[in-house]
């Protein structure tokens, strides 16, 4: 009898573990895992597609692209889904003190060059292209205003406008771009350099001094505003250069020779080199980014209501209103997971041309949108965390993936796990929301906590570092009736 009872003990366990190990191979196929379903809550896990309505919509934010952010340059023209995008720059430099002056006796300095250098931080778009680039000094009559942050969409508002040339146009060849700068001076690569006019180096080094332009911060705006950039249209341009302005080789560099050396000895001819920079504190700047979407697919799309296609671009840029309307009567389950899966669309016109160099964001930002308060964006309840919890901040999602999928290669691929905010409307029956798809790169949202602290509210601030560069990025997404990259909402769950 007791040799029964094991054998029949025995074949028990080997049943359930076989129910289990399938009903885990059967759930396995998750976007995110299922590492945290409970093994006896396993055994009846089931899982659906909850159908979701998608839109486009044009996010006409007022994105600041801060000092600290890398200022972008550069125009892409060829561009069929998106449309073109224009970037320009407008900055000042300034010496390390007030009142500044050129070490030596003025009338032995002699002038040698002055050369504005850029420390290049990556680029976005066609490599194969030569990028020129124009300098010029900002129109005396639109100073830049330092007490103020230019929004980066809204150019003509402002009027900020270029002035004289101060340089040859310059040619950047992106293939030679790492190339090693070697010199007395300094030891460095990825920098852009752009020589001065003759006269713009005699004005720098001989004309301003501390009696004048050099007195301090202010009058050196007065006689000089600033240097502006932009690209040569007429180059057929289609790419985004990146610049670090604070990094040591972003400077203008003075080189001339004197009679004071930095030994202190007079008497002696010898050549110096005296550097300004761009100062956070002190400096007026604006980075502008104009999008144009006339012609383009996505200017078809945006605000046409549950869409097969919908489109994001990085801000200044669209996004994606996600409604979920069959949640409101899914009825009470245990909700294991519930992801939020968005994928690209590959364009097969111009998978291996404009596809390979327009890549995707490589983070969306999945909030909640409230109709009462539609400027405001809100933390996903219960599920988005604040960056200071970075596990559960990346447990959310929005960071893109790359695939295989539908015969395809690489499809960029977004996953939003969005489980407690489904568990907390099927059991608790919370509000639910509309959500907004977006690429974020300096932004805030209103940050509410999980439940039960949910009763108080702060905002939470997305930044270039978790997010995206200013531009940089756009992609085509399969929308909610899209045949083959459906944007949908998985769920795993077991019945109560």
Do not use: W
């Not at 205003?145 to 969409?153: C, F, G, Q, T, V």
């Not at 007429?234 to 990146?242: I, K, P, Q, T, V």
């Not at 294991?336 to 490589?362: C, F, G």
């Amino acid at each position: 009898m007791a040799f029964n009872h094991i054998v029949k003990r025995v074949s028990v366990f080997i049943v359930l573990l076989g129910i289990l190990s399938s009903a885990c191979t059967r759930v396995s196929n998750s976007e995110l895992g299922l590492g945290l379903l409970p093994s006896l809550d396993a055994i009846n896990t089931k899982d659906t597609i909850i159908e979701v309505e998608t839109e486009t919509v044009d996010i006409p934010d007022s994105l600041m692209v801060y000092g600290s952010d890398n200022q972008i340059l550069g125009e892409i023209n060829n561009d069929p889904q998106f449309g073109t995008t224009k970037a320009t720059m407008f900055f000042q430099m300034l010496p390390d003190f007030f009142p500044f002056f050129i070490q030596g006796s003025k009338d032995s300095i002699i002038v040698d060059s002055a050369v504005l250098t850029l420390k290049y931080a990556g680029f976005y778009g066609d490599t194969s292209k030569p990028i020129k680039i124009n300098l010029h000094q900002i129109d005396p009559s639109t100073p830049l205003d330092i007490s103020k942050y230019y929004p980066a969409n809204f150019p003509e508002f402002y009027g900020i406008q270029s002035g004289a040339a101060m340089a040859n146009p310059v040619n950047i060849n992106l293939a030679r771009i790492g190339d090693s700068i070697i010199n007395r001076y300094e030891a460095s690569q990825f920098q852009i350099r752009i020589k001065l006019f003759d006269k713009y180096a005699r004005m720098f080094i001989k004309e301003f001094d501390s009696n004048n332009a050099y007195r301090s911060d202010t009058t050196l705006r007065k006689f000089f505003p600033g240097f502006a950039l932009s690209v040569d249209p007429s180059a057929n341009n289609n790419g985004l250069l990146r610049f670090n302005m604070l990094d040591t080789n972003t400077k203008l560099a003075l080189y001339y020779k004197t009679n004071y050396s930095a030994t202190g000895l007079v008497g002696k001819v010898d050549t110096t080199v005296v550097k300004m920079r761009f100062r956070l504190s002190a400096n007026g700047y604006a980075n502008f980014i104009k999008r144009d979407r006339t012609g383009s697919e996505v200017s078809r799309h945006i605000g046409k209501a549950n869409d097969s296609l919908v489109f994001v671009q990085t801000s200044p840029g669209t996004g994606v209103k996600v409604k979920i309307p069959a949640l409101k009567t899914f009825s009470n389950r245990i909700i294991h997971r519930a992801e939020l899966i968005a994928e690209q669309v590959p364009d097969d016109a111009t998978l291996n041309t404009i596809e390979k160099h327009m890549l995707a964001p490589k983070y969306l930002l999945l909030a909640a949108y409230d109709a009462n308060n539609s400027k405001v964006l809100r933390s996903v309840p219960n599920d988005y965390q604040t960056l200071a919890n970075s596990e559960a901040f990346v447990r959310f999602g929005g960071f893109q993936t790359i695939k295989a999928l539908n015969g395809y290669d690489r499809v960029a691929s977004y996953n939003f796990n969005i489980t407690r905010y489904v568990q907390g409307v099927v059991s608790r029956k919370d509000s639910t929301f509309d959500f907004r798809i977006s690429a974020p790169v300096n932004d805030s949202i209103r940050y509410i906590p999980p439940y039960p602290n949910n009763t108080i509210a702060g905002v939470e601030y997305i930044t270039t570092s978790t997010a995206n560069q200013p531009a940089i990025g756009r992609v085509r997404l399969g929308g909610g009736k899209h045949s083959r990259f459906k944007m949908r909402l998985r769920i795993y769950y077991s019945d109560l």
